[in-house]
């Protein structure tokens, strides 16, 4: 509700600035300062949002769990080709086996074309997955990848392999 007296004032402003022309004279570089002021105050709190508040006091500071990629198992994937055909569509279950809530994964994913058992790599991809689950739950997830393709040519014997390179979560 504080926004009421900045929206207040800024009207009352404009009234008087239209109202009279020696007060125009007076509040346009007035305003210009305001304005550029708040500007850098914005900026400033920009610049120092990201960094963590101080050692010294750590009970006002919060722990974040430390997750691995072995606290989530991957069920059930499968990859099938999807338009553009460059993209894959990949479904699969994630079951979090920690003792903590899960925020987010990244699923970083091989593609190789392995016609009589000599492979060629395709690509390379990977993917945030937001996915959040409570401890000890398994939800379904879906994403898309995409290789380069530059003849068109679908891999013959497509071999895939994937690995989760990185967890977040947070307490429950």
Known sequence: MIWIFPAIAGLLIVY????????????????????????ISAFVIWINDGKS??????ETQQIQPTLTPQDIALEGMTFARNRPDTSYR?????LNKSGF??????????LEDCPNDQCKTVGQDAALILA???????????TFFTFPNPYGVEPAAPKWSYKVTEVRGRMP
């Open 90 to 94: 990949a479904t699969g279950t994630v």
């Open 132 to 142: 959040r689950i409570p401890a000890g739950q398994s939800q379904a997830f879906e």
């Open 16 to 39: 008087f600035a239209m109202r009279s022309s020696r007060f125009r004279h007076f509040a346009e570089p007035v305003l210009s300062l305001m304005v550029a002021a708040g500007l």
């Open 101 to 110: 809530n899960l925020e987010y994964f990244r699923l970083s994913v091989t």
């Open 53 to 58: 508040t101080s050692i010294a006091d750590p």
